[in-house]
């Protein structure tokens, strides 16, 4: 299904419009969750996200199997591991192949590029259109990658809802961004560990808390969004919660929260109003000053008092914005482009083995260029409980492009045997 997918874009494929994300329905979207009472996910959430991403690595993924399945005897067990060698290589060169295709078309829009000799510049409606294409180029990968594209519900739902575990809160200005895409893979529920920062400062109205909450976040999430008069911000990073998903957009503004706007606001009034009581009402009476210069000295150091207080909230919460975003980042541009691709082969290899394995186990051959379904839901079923029984967690495998996989590398591998007998007995 993989070389299928490679072969299509190949050919060369229009830009759907499935991938121009109009603010205006996001908009839409934000207003209807403004009027709900706590939401605490995306509506439809369960049949919107489905979990496919295999939680090991495809050294593990193989010790695993050869622990289980191919322990019978040393030469089954050579046998398997022969077969994960022969996938490997099979699988170098279409992904290398496919990647280079990618960074051409990437160069021109690339703005991160070095090259001494300038290419001539493409206009903005040019530009568009070519960052437009690489995100679709980009679909198969991020599909055999097991990434979940997440919906307008989803970010309509984090750009509205707060958790209160998260001091830093931005504003999104929808009207200054062409496209916002999000993908993500690795959904956990539990408590978030707090990136690497320096320690914040601790005060009573401090909405975080002091431990730990559980909560819903993803082990990777890649975020494409284009700025208007800007270029495309291509970016991958990790273990963000899903409230949180709007704090990566490159272009938003910190800005305090109402609670602790009230909280600060009437720290100053309660404390401005009893040094007023009790200090400016001495000074008014022994030095005989009079009562409208005092209110008007109060009134301007109330106002320093609170600007430097909001100034202080908001810098602290800029430098925690900062270290979220350079602690939690993995890759960037470019360099995402040659990530996207690595875990999509391995997801394809963890995918081909695991369907080689089950079928081998339930004595299923592997022949015909079809497929029964129900061989299809026996091997799904089989391996969704043995992914289950080892990492606790429900994934659900891609049985049908797994074994499509497989048999398109039977088939390559077999040809590839022909080819070699037909040389050596010319040769002979």
């Known amino acids: 299904m993989m070389y ?4 299509v874009l190949r050919t060369g494929i229009g830009v759907r419009n499935s991938l121009t994300r109009t603010m205006g329905s996001l908009s839409a979207k934000m207003a209807e969750y403004k009027k709900m009472w706590k939401p605490s996910e995306p509506k439809d959430w369960t049949a919107q996200y489905q979990e ?19 322990s019978s ?8 591991h022969a ?3 022969q996938l490997e290589v099979s699988l170098l060169q279409p992904y290398h192949s496919f990647l280079q295709e990618l960074q051409v078309l990437y160069d021109p829009i690339n703005p991160d590029r070095d090259a001494l000799l300038e290419t001539s510049e493409l206009s903005y409606s040019e530009k568009l259109s070519r960052e437009k294409e690489v995100l679709e180029y980009l679909k198969p990968i991020l599909d055999q990658g097991n990434f979940n594209t997440l919906s307008e519900d989803t970010l309509a739902y984090a750009l509205i809802v707060h958790h209160p575990q998260d001091g830093v809160q931005v504003h999104v200005n929808l009207d200054k961004y062409e496209y916002i895409h999000y993908w993500a893979l690795g959904q ?3 408590p978030l560990a707090f990136q690497i920062s320096s320690k914040p400062q601790d005060s009573w109205f401090s909405r975080a808390p002091r431990t730990p909450t559980e909560r819903r976040y993803f082990k990777r999430v890649i975020m494409a969004a284009r700025p208007k008069q800007s270029h495309m911000v291509l970016k991958c990073f990790k273990d963000i919660p899903l409230e949180g998903l709007e704090q990566l957009l490159p272009v938003v503004k910190v800005r305090t929260s109402s609670i602790d706007r009230t909280l600060i606001n009437t720290i100053l009034l309660v404390t401005g109003g009893m040094l007023f009581v009790n200090v400016g009402m001495v000074v008014l009476t022994d030095l005989k000053i009079g009562t409208s210069f005092l209110l008007f000295l109060f009134a301007g150091f109330m106002t320093f008092r609170t600007w430097k207080m909001f100034a202080q909230r908001r810098k602290a919460h800029s ?16 360099e995402l482009l040659g990530a996207l691709i690595l875990r999509a082969q391995e997801e394809h290899a963890k995918e081909v083995i695991l ?6 186990q339930l004595n299923i051959p592997c022949d015909g260029d079809k497929t029964d379904p129900e061989i299809t839901v026996k091997i799904k079923m089989h391996v969704e409980s043995w992914l289950q029984s080892k990492a606790g967690l429900e994934i ?3 049985a049908e492009r797994a074994l499509e996989n497989l048999k398109n590398l039977n088939r390559k591998v077999g040809n590839t045997s022909t080819s070699k007998e037909h040389v050596v007995l010319m040769h002979n």
């Open 52 to 70: 496919r991403y295999i939680p090991f690595s495809a050294n593990q993924l193989v010790e695993h199997l050869s622990q289980e399945f191919h």
């Open 355 to 360: 369907a080689h394995s089950f079928m081998r």
């Open 83 to 85: 077969f994960v060698k």
């Open 4 to 7: 299928v997918a490679l072969g």
């Open 188 to 190: 956990r529920l539990g």
């Open 319 to 334: 430098l925690e914005l900062a270290h979220m975003l350079y602690y939690r980042s993995t890759s960037n541009n470019s």
């Open 73 to 80: 005897n040393e030469i089954e067990k050579q046998s398997f």
């Open 396 to 398: 659900t495998f891609s």
